[in-house]
């Protein structure tokens, strides 16, 4: 799911001039007042240039930074004593653009504060240093940027869940706990749980593409549960259960809680949906309950 933001750069830095070349032009603008995203703006025929995501060439013609190239005035700058021209300076890399995890983690941080509705691509272009429409460029659309957080987001509660899981010196029925435990919401707008059900509510008009990347997320959340019953039925800490059957039906009923705790309906809290579950595994599942 890698996002491959390129450097930007900055306009070459002109040489200095040769006795007889021309100097800067008069009036030249100096640094704007706007902010930036790393570097300094290219300035062209006394105008100062604008500061996102493109560098403006001689005569005001913009150009993309992101490939590592800036635009040169005019090409070489030329001689007038008659000797061969000069050749144009490397060009100069710009700041980076910021690594996927600090963008999706910073949308992740917005939705915790505000909610969905206070997530917009504007308002994350300036929390992370980016124009809207370049935050556009990686994801297209809001809907992707969602679902790349929410991605982002179960890959962190995955490494979670898998270290828990992988803790064989516990019993199967204290890990089964941790489980539960990691999938609930902390509480009402739970910042992960918020995005998760409004990616579900977006994926009735999803693509394809979409579709497989959310199953892929609820398969992972299931392997995981299947394994682990399958462990404690093999090992006689838990009944003689179907674990893929028991998985399943224990995943229904988890959602249903975690809906309730997420949207704070009224005597759903998470410490009354955790005892709820806790007496339901003693019922059903766990050995000499």
Known sequence: MGIGYNGRVNDPQAAPAEEGSAGPA???AGPTGRART???SAQANGASAP???ASVQAGGASAPTDDGASAQADGP???TDGGPARAPRPARRRNTAPPR???LAAAMATIAERGLDGLTMAGLGRDVG???GHLLYYFRTKDELLLRTLEWSEGRLGAERGALLSRHDLPVAGRLAAYVELYVPDGPRDPHWTLWLEVWNRSQYAGDDARDRQAAIEGAWHRDLVALIA???SRGELRPVDPDRYAARLRAL???FSVHVAVGLPGTGRAQVLAQVREHLAETLLSGS
Do not use: Q
């Open 130 to 132: 980016m124009s809207s």
């Open 51 to 53: 500061t996102g995501d």
């Open 38 to 40: 790393g570097g300094a």
């Open 231 to 233: 462990e404690g039925v």
């Open 77 to 79: 700058a030329a001689r």
């Open 101 to 103: 995890e600090d963008v």
């Open 254 to 256: 988890l959602d249903g």
């Open 26 to 28: 008069p009036g030249a």
